[in-house]
């Protein structure tokens, strides 16, 4: 037993674990950092020997080229594609959730295939998608990417969705079934008002996965539509005065998530492990 | 008095109605491609090719003698067993520095989410930046370390590139883990663990006998969830090395990639996609049971 | 005119079956409280009456007319819920007002409506505020308030006060009674607790195992229970069970007590029975016996104070039983004395099949 008192041997263990808890936090934040930094770095300054920690002056030069250039319109695509698809895979998610917990539609086998898809490895059907998007005409268009990002993310969202609207008591439904309302009412006036929390967590999540996808975008757009995510493989490969461009769309990408998460706190557990822990 | 028009009718297929739509976009995205698949898989349909006649197991027979497949399995299999179980011990050893009391503990976590959230194909680009010989911070720091200058070539030196991908997967990966297990831990029930601690048990018993248990549940689904995106990995490697040097850190999803959309072996692909699923059902399947999550 | 009338009514889960051929007819302006031990069916008849289970066979008339098959919505009842029901998103008043908006009534109907039945109900300060900022009993108020709002043929009340505690749950009994009294609707009111049932209702449904076992008005139910299960589960504390044999006057207890039953000389000698005598008609020896009481030796046990009243615990004829009495001229335990029991209130029971002879 240590000889120092209680308080003491309290105190010198808590500064050791704040010391730790601070080099885990140096060591996972410093990438994102770097990739910051070099954003706003001069080209003499990102191959710079040694290379440079901190950047004398912040300048925007990586970024107005990207704008100049309309890269940056990539960021766009990105946008309009994750948020339209994550609109439409919550309405459509959250009423197929509803059927799902409320009516037991299609009993247990068909909420079990709808959460079987979630573990569809893409490369195995996108293959196939490919053929029938350029049979279709859907690829490289807002519709077609759009209707993949809305159907790949319905499984996460009812699963999700499943979740919160089992912990809506029956009653404030069959109070208002009884008050007069038809079903559509009940869904539109008690389920969705209910679920407002779960509906918001939820939608940032299904936002973030369109959002970070690489692979159906790689696949699926040439030009028109093409994503971030795509933009910044574009610049690999070639000469490294790209870097500047790398980390510059990088950054455009990543602030808007890093947004959310800041707003998105309370829900993140939950959000993350698919429901696994109640939040 | 005239009976009620209204009968329960109307309400009767309204739960049809809500979920058709998702079913019906299930069906075209996730069963079509499939049938689609398991039709071509039986065809002999390549770049030069479009024989749409019946091949029979011709292409699954080719999975057998494509030892270039196999190293791709290999390739996956040896990433998920090695990042697996670091993210889950490190995760779990996080998890518990954080689980009491700390100055502003609320910040640091937001701080250590933030590699989970960002895409994986801006992690393995900022990893690429890092991890540049001449220009990265990495070999910068390893040289001050070592006294001496080092020129590790990570994304191209065979032995050193499966650290380097492994290395940027545990670190947008841990915090998921920590976060998750830190979620569970904080919900196992305190009067067990302090009950167990009066009864004098070490903290390796109770862990064993009592918080993991607890938390189990949780943690399970956390592995499989992770074994899932890591037994699919493509992103991170696409971005880090794109499979190279040569094939060797291709892994079965670019080895997919590679052969329906560089190669356009259009039936094979499929024949590939089929195996990908099948052991991707029997591991799930066996993972599933053994984990105790179903009866 | 009757506002419900219950035909043959049956439902199924599955195997197993809940209600099992119910006939009810509720005449318009009546209280009519459904109450049994938890499982007896009376929750699922209610929530059939409303719509929200689905008859399996039989008939829902509401207002005369056929609503079996028809939605909530379409059966113009009013319900209000155990736990309350209320949207917590909502403030009072448009939890209250909610019923009526989504029957499209118009806003200044709504709005009058609305501050009546709010001050009606003593919450009319009330109308701003959210549930989660309200008392459990301002809750149950709001509850009511947004059944009461609506101009519905048939009123609904499914255990409305067992999430109530004991002293709050007196004051809403009253309330609802009140209403009732003020409004003159017609109401269904279930409930387990055969005091609520007891004061509130005009007439009590008594249920056991998916079937009406007795109804009638609450005193002819205490007074002239048809079967053993109806004369256990009204009153409080339970009436008192003591096995017996016939004799040509009355019965005869094991120990050899004979009691002599009024205006029972019919009955045929020496057959098995039950004796159920009520606490509340036994009393200690008084000077004279009146008529049609039988004074009896007994030991006092056990002596539990109410208040105004004892409860006594002590051995007669081979059971145990207690009797209620005044508290003023109760003994001490282990005493011997005697006691009067008012055997024209007492029932006798046939063992074989539980009715009351």
Redesign the interface.
């Known amino acids: 037993m240590s000889a120092l008192p209680f308080h003491r041997r309290h105190a010198t263990r ?1 500064a050791m ?2 010391l ?2 601070l080099i ?2 140096v ?3 410093f ?2 950092y ?2 910051f930094i ?1 954003s706003f770095k001069t080209p003499d300054e ?6 440079v ?1 901190y950047p004398n002056s912040i300048q925007f030069a990586n970024y107005a080229v990207l704008f100049k250039d309309g890269d940056a319109a990539t960021v766009g695509n990105s946008l309009i594609l994750a948020s339209v698809s994550t609109f439409f895979a919550m309405i ?2 959250t ?2 959730a ?3 917990v ?2 037991k ?2 009993g247990e086998n ?1 909420a079990v295939w ?1 959460i079987s ?1 979630r ?14 998007y350029v049979w279709m005409g859907w690829v490289d268009t807002y519709f077609g990417l759009i ?2 990002y ?3 993310s ?2 996460y969202v ?1 699963w999700m969705m499943r979740g919160y609207i089992e912990d809506i ?1 029956l ?2 439904e ?12 009940v ?1 539109w ?2 389920v969705l ?2 679920a ?1 929390s779960g509906l918001f967590a939820t939608a940032v999540f299904t936002f ?1 996965f369109a ?2 996808d ?2 159906f975008a790689l ?1 699926l757009t040439r030009t028109e539509v093409t994503t971030y ?1 795509v933009q ?2 574009h610049y ?1 490969g070639g000469q ?1 005065n790209f ?1 500047a461009k ?2 510059a769309m ?1 950054v455009l ?2 602030i808007p ?2 947004f ?3 707003i998105m ?1 309370r829900y ?2 939950r959000g ?3 429901g ?2 109640k ?1 | 008095m005239p009976a009620i028009a209204a009968h329960h009718q ?2 009767r297929n ?3 109605w ?2 058709a ?3 019906f ?2 069906l ?3 069963l ?3 049938i ?2 398991l039709v ?1 898989s039986f065809m002999r349909i390549d770049m030069m090719d479009t024989d749409t006649s019946f091949a029979g197991l011709y292409n699954y027979k080719q999975l057998f003698k494509d030892s270039r497949l196999w190293w791709s399995l290999a390739h996956t299999l040896l990433i998920t067993v090695i990042a697996l179980p670091l993210e889950l011990v490190l995760g779990l050893a ?1 998890a518990y ?2 689980l ?1 009391k ?2 502003s503990r ?1 910040i ?1 976590i ?14 393995g ?6 991890f ?1 010989n ?4 990495i070999n ?1 720091i390893i040289s001050w370390i070592a006294g001496q200058r080092v020129d590790a070539l990570w994304t191209i030196n065979p032995s050193l590139v499966y650290p380097a991908i492994i290395f940027c997967e545990i ?1 947008q990966w ?3 883990m920590f ?2 297990l ?3 831990l904080s ?1 196992v029930d305190k009067s067990q663990t302090e009950a167990a601690e009066i009864d004098g048990a070490s903290f390796i018993r109770t862990f064993r006998y009592v918080v993991l248990p607890a938390i189990w ?2 943690m399970a ?2 592995i499989l ?1 992770r074994g ?1 995106d890591l ?2 990995i ?2 991170i490697i ?2 880090l090395t ?1 499979g190279g040097p040569g094939t060797k850190t291709e892994t ?2 670019i080895y ?2 590679v052969q ?2 560089k190669q356009f072996e ?1 039936s094979y ?2 024949a590939i ?2 195996l ?2 099948f052991l ?1 059902t029997v591991v ?1 399947t066996w993972a599933i049971r053994r984990m105790g999550l179903v009866k | 005119m009757s506002d419900l009338k219950i035909t043959n009514l049956h439902k199924h889960y599955g195997a197993f079956h809940a209600v099992k051929g119910i006939d009810l007819d509720v005449p318009s302006g009546e209280f009519t409280v459904l109450v049994g031990p938890s499982g007896c069916g009376k929750s699922t008849l209610l929530r059939t009456i ?3 289970e689905e008859a399996s066979s039989g008939t829902v008339e509401i207002g005369g007319e056929d609503v079996t098959w028809a ?3 379409d ?1 113009n ?3 209000v ?5 209320l ?3 909502l403030n009072v008043k448009d939890n209250i007002a ?2 009526l908006r ?2 499209k009534v118009p806003e200044a109907e709504v709005e009058k409506r609305v501050s009546r039945a709010a001050e009606m109900l003593g919450i009319g300060h009330l109308l701003k505020r959210f549930p989660r900022e309200l008392s459990g009993g301002q809750r149950q108020r709001v509850a009511i308030g ?1 059944a009461i709002v ?1 101009d519905a043929i048939l009123y ?1 009340f499914d255990e409305p006060l067992s999430n109530l505690d004991a002293q709050l749950r007196d004051d809403m009994r009253v309330e609802i009674k009140r209403l009732h009294q003020e409004l003159g609707r017609t109401m269904v009111y279930v409930t387990h607790d055969q005091i609520e049932a007891m004061t509130l209702a005009d007439r009590i449904v008594l249920l056991r195992d998916g079937l009406i076992e007795q109804q009638g008005a609450p005193l002819d139910l205490f007074e002239r229970p048809k079967t053993r299960f109806v004369a256990g589960f009204l009153g409080s504390p339970k009436m008192n069970f003591i096995p017996a044999t016939t004799t040509e006057t009355g019965v005869a207890l094991s120990d050899g007590t004979r009691l002599d039953v009024p205006g029972r000389s019919g009955l045929k000698a020496g057959q098995a029975v039950v004796l159920g005598l009520r606490p509340q008609y036994i009393a200690m020896a008084g000077q004279s016996l009146a008529p049609g009481h039988a004074r009896v030796p007994v030991t006092i046990e056990l002596v539990q104070p109410t208040g105004s009243r004892v409860q006594a615990t002590m051995p007669l004829g081979g059971a145990t039983i207690i009797a209620e009495l005044a508290a003023h001229d109760v003994s001490r335990p282990g005493e011997r004395t005697e006691i009067d029991i008012d055997m024209t209130r007492a029932v006798i029971i046939d063992p074989q099949n539980e009715q009351v002879i």
């Open positions: 808590l674990r704040y730790v808890a885990l936090v060591i996972f934040v990438p994102v770097w990739l070099i990102i191959f710079a020997f040694p290379p920690w459509l998610g009423i197929a509803y059927s799902l409320r009516f539609t299609g068909l709808i898809q573990m569809m490895p893409p490369v195995a059907i996108v293959f196939p998608l490919f053929l029938l209707l993949l809305t159907a790949f319905l499984p009812i008591p009653e404030l069959e109070s208002a079934l009884v008050d007069g309302c038809t079903r559509w009412e869904l006036k008690v008002p209910m407002r973030i959002w970070n690489f692979l696949v995510t910044v493989t690999f490294s870097w790398i980390a990088s990408g990543t998530v890093f959310t998460v800041a706190q993140l557990v993350i492990s698919m696994a822990v939040g | 109307p309400d309204f739960k049809y809500i979920i739509p998702a079913v976009l299930l075209l995205i996730g079509f491609p499939l689609y698949s071509v996080m520095l954080f009491e700390l100055p609320q640091f937001s701080l250590l989410v933030l590699p989970t959230i960002i895409s994986p194909i801006v992690a680009a900022t990893w690429r930046l890092l540049d001449k220009y990265g911070p910068q670190w841990t915090p998921f976060l998750i830190l979620a569970a919900n549940p949780v689904i956390a969830i899932l037994f699919r493509f992103d696409w971005a794109q079965i999803s997919a990639y329906g959309f259009t692909t499929a996609a089929f990908v699923i991707l799930c | 409303a719509g929200l939605r909530p919505r059966r009842i009013a319900m819920f155990q736990n309350y029901a949207y917590p998103y909610f019923g989504s029957r947004r609506r609904l």
